[in-house]
């Protein structure tokens, strides 16, 4: 059973709120990801991280943030949320490739409405 | 290089089989595969590390035929449980280790 949890599952703000998804890991791993998808559409990459201290911008681009300050917590920032943020964020983890297990496990997603 | 999946949809009745294609134009190290269901996260189905492998988890196989940088997913005597959308995730040889790219899907129905 994947540990890989994410707050608020759902989300319905005004447009210019600064707002914070939380995805926090019980499972050790080092590589963290930060996906937006549209429903019944492809996963977009938006953010990874390697480890601590470590974030890189993923394929789509995109108006958020990330920090990885601690291996197990992965919080992602929109300074000033807009319509167009309208979408479903899934965070998702998985160990170092080294260990040739590298499978990503999923976090349950938070749904995000913005007015 | 986002990897191209076919096909987009299929509707099966239940007991039917059906295959799901991913290939990639890239040199590949790996081919993931995951379900997800309707309002659900992605759920980790399988890994193909190497060229030829084959793996399988009840009546759910994969192919991973490196040369033609593809992998096919097949779903023997499929059960309404399997309905979903499947996604393929590719890691090539450029940027092992690093984050996948996923294919944009194929949606499968299992009726009755």
């Known amino acids: 059973e994947a540990d890989i949890y994410q707050t608020p599952r759902y989300l319905v703000i005004g447009t210019g709120k600064k707002i914070t998804l939380e995805c926090s890991q019980t499972?050790?791993?080092?590589?963290m990801y930060w996906y937006q998808q549209d429903p019944g559409m492809e996963l977009h990459l938006i953010h990874y991280s390697y480890g601590v201290n470590s974030t890189e911008k993923g394929d789509l681009s995109s108006e958020s943030t990330v920090s990885r300050i601690r291996t197990e917590h992965f919080p992602l920032t929109l300074e000033s949320a807009r319509p167009s943020h309208t979408s479903q964020y899934l965070c998702?983890?998985?160990?170092?490739?080294?260990?040739?297990?590298?499978?990503?496990?999923f976090g349950p997603g938070t749904r995000l409405t913005v007015l | 290089q986002q990897p191209v999946q076919s096909p987009q949809a299929v509707i099966l009745r239940e007991g039917e089989d059906a295959v799901i294609n991913c290939s990639s134009s890239?040199?590949?190290?790996?081919v993931h595969w995951y379900r997800q269901k309707h309002g659900e996260a992605p759920v980790f189905l399988m890994i193909?590390?190497?060229?030829?492998e084959q793996k399988g988890h009840e009546k759910i196989s994969a192919s991973f035929n490196e040369k033609k940088q593809q992998s096919s997913l097949y779903l023997t005597a499929s059960q309404l449980s399997y309905s979903g959308t499947y996604f393929c995730?590719?890691?090539?040889?450029?940027?092992?280790?690093?984050?996948?790219?996923f294919g944009k899907g194929t949606s499968l129905l299992v009726t009755p």
């Open positions: 499972m050790g791993h080092d590589k």
């Open positions: 998702a983890s998985s160990a170092d490739v080294a260990s040739g297990r590298n499978e990503q496990f």
């Open positions: 890239k040199a590949l190290y790996s």
């Open positions: 193909l590390l190497k060229g030829g």
């Open positions: 995730g590719t890691e090539s040889r450029s940027n092992s280790g690093y984050a996948l790219n």
